[in-house]
C-alpha cells in the first residue's frame, strides 16, 4: 500500500505540477549526507518518517451486517492512518530549490483530497477519498536540526505533507513468494532506470528446512562452498546472502542426526531443503 501511494504522489506531481519527469527525479529515500552526494540532477523527495492512527477519525462501533439465510457478520470498520512526509528538494543552486519547493507547494496546496480512482495499485481499493495536509505542524517532527544531526547531513528547508488512508483489518493480503533477490551492479544511464554496463550480479537466497509437512527450526546449514552457517528461525527458514550465479553445495545439520547434503543452482525458483 505505501509503496504504492509513493507512487501515486509522484504521478500526482508530474501531472498536476506540469513536472518533466526527464528532467527531474521524485525519490522517497532517507535524506542522509551519502544518499544527497550521489544525486546527479534536480530531485524532490518525500521522506515517509512517521506512520500513526489517526484517532479523531477513528471508528467506534462494528457494523452488523444481515444476510439472506437469518445469520449475520460483524464487520470491524478499517483503521484511519496517517502517513507523513517530509518534502525536501535538491538542487545545485539554493535559487532552483527554492523555485521548486514553491512548485510543490502550490501543487500540493491544492490537493485536498486523493481520490481513490486516481491512485496506483492498491490505493484504488481505498474505500474512500484520502484527505491531505500540508505545511502544517506536526506532533512527531518538533525538533528538526536533531533529525538532520541524526541523518548526517545539513539543515534544509522541508514541507510537511500528510496523507490520512484506510487500513481495512478484514483485508487478506496474497503475494507470491519471493525465493531469490538479485543486485545489479553496473554504470547506469542516467535518463533511464537501466545499466548500459553491467559489472556484475549477486543474490540474495532463502527457503525452508523440513521434514514431510512438518518445518525444521534450530537446524545448521552451511554453505561447503565458502564455510558461511546460519541457523533456520522457528519457521525453519534460512538465508543466505552475496552469492553469485553458479552451483552450491549446501550441508544441513540436526542434532541428533546424520548431516545430509543438498546441490542447488543459483539462481532458481526453489531452495527448500527436503530430509
Same mark, same amino acid.
Given at each position: 500500500?505505501?509503496?504504492?501511494l509513493? %507512487?501515486? @504522489?509522484?504521478?500526482?506531481l &508530474?501531472?498536476?505540477?506540469?513536472?518533466?519527469?526527464?528532467?527531474?527525479?521524485?525519490?522517497?529515500?532517507?535524506?542522509?549526507?551519502e544518499w544527497?552526494?550521489?544525486?546527479?540532477?534536480?530531485?524532490?523527495n518525500?521522506y515517509?518518517?512517521d506512520?500513526?492512527?489517526?484517532?479523531?477519525?477513528?471508528a467506534?462501533q462494528?457494523?452488523?451486517?444481515?444476510?439472506?439465510?437469518? *445469520?449475520a457478520?460483524?464487520? =470491524?470498520?478499517?483503521?484511519?492512518?496517517?502517513?507523513s512526509?517530509?518534502?525536501?528538494?535538491?538542487?545545485?543552486n539554493?535559487?532552483?530549490?527554492?523555485q521548486?519547493?514553491? +512548485?510543490v507547494?502550490? *501543487?500540493?496546496?491544492?490537493?485536498?483530497?486523493?481520490?481513490?480512482?486516481d491512485?496506483?495499485g492498491?490505493?484504488? +481499493?481505498?474505500?474512500?477519498?484520502?484527505?491531505?495536509?500540508?505545511?502544517?505542524?506536526?506532533?512527531?517532527?518538533?525538533?528538526?536540526?536533531d533529525?538532520?544531526?541524526?541523518? %548526517?547531513? &545539513?539543515?534544509?528547508?522541508?514541507i510537511?505533507?500528510?496523507v490520512? !488512508?484506510?487500513?481495512?483489518?478484514?483485508?487478506? =493480503?496474497?503475494?507470491?513468494? !519471493? =525465493? *531469490?533477490?538479485?543486485?545489479?551492479i553496473?554504470?547506469?544511464?542516467?535518463? +533511464?532506470?537501466?545499466?548500459?554496463?553491467l559489472?556484475?550480479?549477486? =543474490?540474495?537466497?532463502?527457503?525452508?528446512v523440513?521434514?514431510?509437512?512438518e518445518?525444521?527450526?534450530?537446524a545448521? !546449514?552451511? @554453505?561447503?562452498?565458502s564455510?558461511?552457517?546460519? *541457523?533456520?528461525?522457528?519457521?525453519?527458514?534460512?538465508?543466505?546472502?552475496? @552469492?553469485?550465479?553458479g552451483?552450491y553445495?549446501i550441508?544441513?545439520?540436526?542434532a541428533?542426526?546424520k548431516?545430509?547434503?543438498?546441490?542447488?543452482?543459483?539462481?532458481a525458483?526453489?531452495?527448500d531443503l527436503?530430509?
Amino acid at each position: 500500500m505505501i509503496h504504492d501511494l509513493d %507512487e501515486t @504522489l509522484k504521478d500526482i506531481l &508530474q501531472k498536476r505540477g506540469g513536472l518533466n519527469g526527464g528532467d527531474i527525479d521524485v525519490a522517497f529515500d532517507q535524506p542522509t549526507g551519502e544518499w544527497a552526494a550521489s544525486l546527479n540532477r534536480p530531485t524532490i523527495n518525500f521522506y515517509l518518517y512517521d506512520i500513526r492512527e489517526n484517532t479523531e477519525l477513528r471508528a467506534r462501533q462494528p457494523q452488523v451486517e444481515r444476510r439472506l439465510d437469518g *445469520t449475520a457478520q460483524t464487520i =470491524f470498520p478499517p483503521k484511519r492512518i496517517d502517513l507523513s512526509y517530509l518534502i525536501t528538494v535538491w538542487a545545485r543552486n539554493p535559487e532552483d530549490e527554492h523555485q521548486l519547493l514553491w +512548485r510543490v507547494l502550490g *501543487t500540493l496546496a491544492k490537493l485536498k483530497y486523493i481520490e481513490p480512482e486516481d491512485g496506483k495499485g492498491s490505493v484504488q +481499493r481505498q474505500p474512500a477519498r484520502m484527505p491531505t495536509q500540508v505545511a502544517l505542524p506536526s506532533e512527531a517532527l518538533r525538533n528538526m536540526p536533531d533529525l538532520w544531526g541524526v541523518m %548526517e547531513n &545539513q539543515l534544509k528547508p522541508s514541507i510537511n505533507f500528510q496523507v490520512t !488512508v484506510a487500513l481495512d483489518l478484514e483485508e487478506v =493480503f496474497d503475494a507470491p513468494m !519471493v =525465493f *531469490t533477490s538479485k543486485f545489479r551492479i553496473g554504470q547506469a544511464d542516467g535518463n +533511464r532506470d537501466e545499466l548500459i554496463a553491467l559489472s556484475h550480479e549477486i =543474490f540474495h537466497i532463502g527457503g525452508h528446512v523440513h521434514k514431510g509437512d512438518e518445518v525444521i527450526p534450530d537446524a545448521q !546449514v552451511t @554453505l561447503l562452498d565458502s564455510g558461511d552457517s546460519v *541457523t533456520t528461525d522457528g519457521d525453519g527458514r534460512y538465508v543466505f546472502a552475496y @552469492l553469485h550465479e553458479g552451483k552450491y553445495r549446501i550441508e544441513v545439520q540436526v542434532a541428533g542426526q546424520k548431516a545430509k547434503t543438498f546441490d542447488i543452482n543459483v539462481p532458481a525458483d526453489n531452495y527448500d531443503l527436503s530430509l
